[in-house]
């Protein structure tokens, strides 16, 4: 199975920037897409962004079009997400994932990291 572990989360505010970072590592040949979700007490996760592991294809939620960005690192086994002009209502613990199909449901993934907190204060 694949290990994931997300860094790069804490306390900014609103405005600025992050980028998180996810380190893959395991049987990863068994992987085809790694993205980013995000959730909050009380609420659904949130798809945010994926990307396929050898090809390198992308897609998002239209939430974060033109402001997040999700690229990889395939000799570094890492994925990362590039937060720009960061809101208040980002505030969230995120989460990266792998599966083994292209998808943007929790339930296309069966790989998650533990999560890295992201707060945004106004």
């Known amino acids: 199975q694949v290990q994931l572990v997300e860094s790069g989360g804490g306390l900014v505010q609103a405005g600025v920037s992050l980028r998180l970072s996810c380190a893959p590592s395991g049987e990863m040949y068994m992987t085809y897409t790694v993205g980013w979700f995000r959730q909050t007490p009380g609420k659904e996760r949130e798809f945010i962004a994926a990307?396929?592991?050898?090809?390198?294809?992308?897609y998002y939620a239209d939430s974060v079009k033109g402001r997040f960005t999700i690229s990889r690192d395939n000799a570094k086994n890492t994925v990362y997400l590039q937060m720009n002009s960061l809101k208040p209502e980002d505030t969230a613990v995120y989460y990266c994932?792998?599966?083994?199909?292209?998808?943007?449901?929790?339930?296309?993934?069966?790989?998650w990291g533990q999560g890295t907190q992201v707060t945004v204060s106004s």
């Open positions: 990307i396929t592991w050898r090809g390198g294809m992308t």
């Open positions: 994932a792998a599966g083994g199909s292209y998808g943007s449901s929790p339930s296309d993934f069966d790989s």
